[in-house]
T-cell receptor, first 114, second 112 residues
Framework: EPEVTQTPSHQVTQMGQEVILRCVPI?????FYWYRQILGQKVEFLVS????????KSEIFDDQFSVERPDGSNFTLKIRSTKLEDSAMYFC????????????FGEGSRLTVL | QKEVEQNSGPLSVPEGAIASLNCTYS??????FFWYRQYSGKSPELIMS????GDKEDGRFTAQLNKASQYVSLLIRDSQPSDSATYLC????????????FGAGTILRVKS
């Protein structure tokens, strides 16, 4: 069964360092997303991506964040200068259709900022 | 602010019982509704989707939708200890490019 894959599963970094989280969405999906979940809190939308550009971003997704689809398969989230409050699970997700398509999540990347 | 509301629980039910999970949403334009299951430390797993008013059954799970009341529910029949998890209701908001907005989730505990 097709699945969204994410790497790394866990990353520990020092405050101020850059982090890149990687995702391989399901191959025939066209819409890509990053969500995050701080421990004990809601799953929060960060950004959506379609046709090689950001279609929407939340207030959380400030200038420290960027996304890229460097090739036909990978989808990355970069945090330029990590802060303590960036510690969270980051989930990549993808879907085939924008209106009624079901959103499928990867296993997540746990980011710990020290 | 568009919201998806759920009781946080925990909802405790004995093994074999029916668990009933509820969700309300504020966007009358929403056309599709999803239930995800999330085990501790894991990612959300899609278990049910529903698009029309009424009931939709899939195995032990039944989703119920009432668009007029802006209410969606999930029933789990013959609850098993393995059903113990957090259940997330998710609704795409048309105003926000159809992004999926999640409720805070209801913790379900099934006691054997």
């Amino acid at each position: 069964e097709p699945e969204v894959t994410q790497t790394p599963s866990h990353q520990v970094t020092q405050m101020g360092q850059e982090v890149i989280l990687r995702c391989v969405p399901i191959s025939n999906h066209l819409y890509f997303y990053w969500y995050r979940q701080i421990l004990g809190q809601k799953v929060e939308f960060l950004v959506s991506f379609y046709n090689n550009e950001i279609s929407e971003k939340s207030e959380i997704f400030d200038d420290q964040f960027s996304v890229e689809r460097p090739d036909g398969s990978n989808f990355t989230l970069k945090i330029r200068s990590t802060k303590l409050e960036d510690s969270a699970m980051y989930f990549c997700a993808s879907k085939a259709r924008v209106l009624t398509g079901e959103l499928f999540f990867g296993e997540g990347s746990r980011l710990t900022v020290l | 602010q568009k919201e998806v509301e759920q009781n946080s629980g925990p909802l405790s039910v004995p093994e074999g019982a029916i668990a009933s999970l509820n969700c309300t949403y504020s966007d009358r334009g929403s056309q599709s509704f999803f239930w995800y299951r999330q085990y501790s430390g894991k990612s959300p797993e899609l278990i049910m989707s529903i698009y029309s008013n009424g009931d939709k059954e899939d195995g032990r799970f039944t989703a119920q939708l009432n668009k007029a009341s802006q209410y969606v529910s999930l029933l789990i029949r013959d609850s098993q200890p393995s059903d113990s998890a957090t259940y997330l209701c998710a609704v795409p908001y048309m105003e926000y490019g159809n992004k999926l907005v999640f409720g805070a989730g209801t913790i379900l505990r099934v006691k054997s």
